[in-house]
């Protein structure tokens, strides 16, 4: 690790403790994710018991070429409420890292950010074809190069700097040990592994034995990632890996709920539907619908929170042609009486649950 971050973090607190220093007890929080984890559903998320929140990817070339931030400003909102949140980059040169973390955390606007995390992830070919996100794992002197950059512009702000990786680049190329060592030695405070390989995508299993095998070989923070649905799952995951903590992803959409839910026993464990009455369930949706429209004004606000409700809008009897009709509307109040639908048909169907 570079002179200056030992320096600046010998005063505070040792990187390796940096991240877990955030949390009283093993932390579960909402993965990234582009399109999903806007402020307004971070921020829910968090109260309901996601121990912190990550951003969605944002570019930090974009922020390089466009320091007023007019494009990515509406993804970089702090999570709201007191849990620990982190900032998503990505990018494919040490330097632009370096400029982005140093705009940002020269922000007041940022200044509470937590930690900043660094994408190695993202399959997505545009992302990959540019050399970014999980393509950065095809190149580990660059990986080492992005993270020293990183870490040491955020050890000026005294900030963590935590990385996000997959299993490697192929099950011929499984990498994320030595990618994981390489930050380790260049002084990331965390590590996140999904656990599946970049060609993989989201298809197939994650195969938590990489996980294990990342935490055998550093002894910096390991949070595992991938796969967590139901409960019970986040402690197998613990027993079969030691990971330190752990992600939720794709489960979370339009699910805030998930995270006390996984933490129930899993042999008592009742359904979702049990589990979140539809009035609390019915108060999220519209918070979340609300607090985007006072973020991106009703228009934009109506037509994003669409994808956001086919997620929200599941599990019951009827749902298809509900989510079929929350596509129409064009205004808060044409949703809400799509949603009002939504409420009695999900108390219909959970009295019918009741006395199944
Ligand atoms: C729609 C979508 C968007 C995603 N965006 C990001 C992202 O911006 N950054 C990132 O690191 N991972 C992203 N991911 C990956 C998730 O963070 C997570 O690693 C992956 O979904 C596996 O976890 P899960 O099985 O709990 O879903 C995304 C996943 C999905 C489904």
Redesign the pocket.
């Known amino acids: 690790m570079c002179d200056l971050t030992q320096t600046l973090l010998k005063d505070t607190s040792d990187p390796k403790e940096g991240f877990l220093s955030l949390f009283h007890d093993f932390p579960n929080g909402l993965?990234?994710?582009?399109?999903?984890t806007t402020a307004p559903f971070r921020s829910i998320a968090a109260r309901l018991g996601a121990s912190f929140t990550v951003t969605?990817?944002v570019s930090a070339r974009g922020i390089r070429h466009d320091p007023d931030l007019h494009r990515s400003e509406r993804y970089l909102h702090p999570t709201t409420g007191d849990k620990p949140w982190g900032i998503?980059l990505f990018g494919f040169d040490a330097e632009d890292f370096a400029f982005a973390i140093d705009r940002l955390l020269s922000d007041p606007r940022y200044r509470d950010v937590s930690f900043i995390d660094l994408?190695m992830?993202?399959p997505a070919p545009k992302v990959i074809r540019e050399g970014a996100g999980c393509a950065l794992m095809r190149d580990e002197d660059l990986v080492g190069r992005v993270v020293e950059a990183s870490v040491k512009q955020a050890a000026r702000y005294l900030k963590p700097v935590t990385i996000?990786i997959r299993s490697g680049i192929s099950k011929e190329h499984i990498n994320a040990v030595r990618v994981a060592k390489i930050a380790e030695q260049y002084g990331a405070s965390a590590v996140t592994v999904?656990a599946r390989t970049l060609d993989q995508y989201?298809s197939g299993h994650?195969d938590w034995q990489v996980i294990r095998a990342v935490k055998e070989a550093v002894s910096i923070p390991v949070l595992g990632?991938?796969?967590?649905e139901k409960p019970g799952d986040v402690e197998k995951m613990r027993d079969m890996t030691g990971c330190d903590g752990a992600?939720?992803?794709?489960?979370a959409r339009g699910n805030p709920f998930i995270f006390s839910w996984l933490k129930e026993k899993s042999e008592s464990a009742v359904s979702l539907l049990e589990y979140v009455s539809t009035e609390d369930w019915f108060d999220v949706m519209v918070e979340q619908l609300d607090a985007s429209i006072e973020l991106l004004g009703e228009s934009v606000a109506v037509r994003e929170m669409r994808s956001q409700f086919a997620f929200y809008l599941k599990g019951f009897s009827g749902s298809s042609e509900i989510r079929r009709k929350v596509m129409e509307p064009v205004t808060r109040e044409g949703v809400l009486a799509v949603l009002e639908e939504a409420h009695r048909m999900r108390e219909q169907a959970f009295l019918l649950y009741l006395n199944r």
């Open positions: 993965a990234p994710m582009a399109g999903f969605e990817l998503q994408n992830g993202c996000k999904h989201y994650a990632n991938g796969d967590l992600m939720v992803g794709r489960a």
